[in-house]
């Protein structure tokens, strides 16, 4: 599968790493002083949600070309002129009069978004060999996560001292990691770097209806997200409505399901590194998405806010496993020169499914209290995933009857 040749190369990783956690950061510190903003001047559901949907749509729309671009362009080309124009988006954000401009500038920020994460994930893998591919993984999932983790949190504080504009500023500051990322990373995809063998492999193109493993597994993803995504849009009115809580608490609330998700990279990376069965992978990343469903529920009757941080801290080890078991499976089964559309399309399922949730948390929140809607996001997670269960049975029993079959095919007579 065209892994990174001799030793791996793990300066790069590093690089790579700090650029996605601090642009990361700024892209949570964007989004959460947004939505406290718009919270703080008595904007709805629908109005938070909207500012959600401007910032998912283009990860779905753009998918298919941007996943092509991360693998037929120049990556360090891709990362620079990304960067740069994220940046500029990001300062104009700051001093933007009419919300409709801020929507506009939020979905231009996006599909810079959408250009970068596919072009840094299908890079990771290239990186390294095959064996330090979960500890790479786990690096680069910590690195974002931990962006996640410092973003809503410094928005908490940031908005609550000076207003949005200092948080937006730091956010396009933040953005140039990728522009230093592109010039000092030294491995490349794309471009020129496409060889004959390359392209070979390439045709005929990869498609993920022709892997069923690969397909149950990103649309048991898309279905749990879709399920309980709404909570993005209901948490900010739960924890500082219901529960009373100030917008410094809230940033420091939900960064505890990020820190889980951190302690949950490293620690399934070790289990992923003992799994060399790929239906074993996907099953277990089935378990851990429904026990991300059952921290959802058990958080809705808690009484006050900080009840919530080892709920979500456990929910987010959970979602930080299955993260690392997706990646492994995606760098796995799908060829180099297509990376970049398997992580397009399988980002783009995800974020699709997180927009119908944002949709459906708008909506709901006209007509139910957030207590409700956090408990009823948690019974259809689950539901979901009992759902699911024979669809990936069928699939991982499929799998094991083809590598036994291929075996025998390969042996000498």
């Known amino acids: 599968m065209s892994f990174a040749s001799g030793s791996s190369r793990w300066p790069d990783v590093w690089l790579a790493a700090t650029a996605r956690g601090i642009s990361s950061c ?119 996560t931990l962006g996640a983790l410092a973003g809503p949190a410094l928005a908490g504080l940031l908005v609550g001292q000076f207003g949005t504009r200092v948080p937006l500023l730091l956010g396009a500051l933040s953005y140039l990691s990728l522009v230093a990322a592109g010039l000092l990373v030294r491995t490349r995809r794309g471009g020129r770097r496409v060889t ?37 849009v209901i948490e900010v009115f739960f924890i ?45 990343g089935l378990v851990l998405l429904g026990g991300c469903c059952l921290a959802v529920l058990v958080s809705a009757a808690v009484p006050s ?35 970049g559309r398997a992580f397009a399309v399988f980002g783009a399922a995800a974020q699709g499914a997180a927009m119908g949730g944002y949709l459906v948390g708008g909506l ?3 007509v139910a209290g957030p207590r409700a809607l956090i408990a009823g996001c948690g019974v259809a997670g689950l539901l979901v995933v009992v759902a699911l269960l024979g669809p990936v049975r069928r699939a991982v029993r499929a799998e094991r009857a083809v590598v036994p079959a291929e075996a025998v095919a390969a042996e000498p007579v």
């Open 26 to 144: 700024g892209n949570f510190l964007v989004t959460s002083a947004l939505t406290l903003a718009l919270q703080s001047a008595g904007a709805g559901g629908l109005a938070v949600s909207g500012l959600l949907l401007a910032a998912t749509l283009p990860l779905v729309a753009l998918a298919p070309l941007t996943g092509r671009l991360a693998d037929r362009v120049d990556s360090r080309v891709l990362l620079t002129v990304a960067g740069i124009g994220q940046g500029a988006t990001c300062l104009a954000l700051a001093y933007a009069p009419e919300p409709a401009l801020v929507i506009t500038l939020v979905a231009l920020l996006a599909t810079g978004l959408a250009v970068t994460q596919p072009v840094i994930s299908a890079l990771v893998p290239a990186m390294v060999r095959p064996e330090d591919l979960p500890r790479a993984g786990a690096l680069n999932q910590t690195a974002g």
């Open 305 to 339: 806010a900080w009840l919530l941080v080892p709920i979500w801290l456990l929910g987010g080890v959970g979602n930080g496993g299955d993260n690392v078991f997706n990646n492994l499976l995606l760098a796995r089964r799908v060829p180099e020169a297509a990376r």
């Open 240 to 284: 500082r409505e219901t529960l009373g809580s100030s917008a410094t608490v809230y940033g420091l609330v939900t960064g505890s399901w990020t820190l889980g998700v951190v302690l949950g990279a490293w620690l399934f990376a070790r289990v992923a590194r003992r799994l060399a069965d790929d239906g074993a992978l996907l099953g277990a």
């Open 364 to 366: 709901l929140l006209e």
């Open 196 to 232: 004959a063998g390359t392209a070979a492999a390439v045709a005929p193109p990869w498609r993920f209806r022709r892997d069923p493993l690969l397909t149950v597994m990103v649309g048991s993803v898309a279905a749990v997200i879709g399920a309980v995504g709404a909570v993005n």
